[in-house]
């Protein structure tokens, strides 16, 4: 699977921004998808994800309420929106994808074997 993830870019804090991340070479179907993110001098963390029959309800405490992930199986895309950034939301985020991770291990970045390309998301105060 490869992965390609856009629309990233410079927003002010309480912008909103979708980002997209298409799948080539197969079929997202089984496969579950999450973005994470990583800041400068920072682990990459969760942000939000899909299982692999696409439910997507995973989200990170830290963005939960104004971050929403979602799927479209038929254009093999994952889409991240994002509204009302802070500033803290500044990072590269990266869409990843898996067929084997399992639930509890949705969040843990080392469990997926495919990865975007990672887009930039810088926020001003």
């Known amino acids: 699977v490869q992965l390609q993830a856009s629309g990233g870019g410079l927003v002010q804090a309480g912008d909103s921004l979708r980002l997209s991340c298409v799948a080539s070479g197969r079929t997202l179907r089984g496969y579950a998808t999450g973005w994470f993110r990583q800041a400068p001098g920072k682990e990459r963390e969760f942000v939000a994800g899909c299982s692999r029959n696409s439910l997507c309800t995973y989200v990170a405490n830290s963005v939960k309420g104004r971050f929403t992930i979602s799927r479209d199986n038929a254009k093999n895309t994952v889409y991240l929106q994002m509204n009302s950034l802070k500033p803290e939301d500044t990072a590269v985020y990266y869409c990843?994808?898996?067929?084997?991770?399992?639930?509890?291990?949705?969040?843990?970045?080392?469990?997926?074997?495919?990865w975007g390309q990672g887009t930039q998301v810088t926020v001003s105060s």
């Open positions: 990843a994808a898996d067929n084997s991770v399992i639930a509890s291990h949705y969040g843990d970045y080392q469990q997926y074997d495919y």
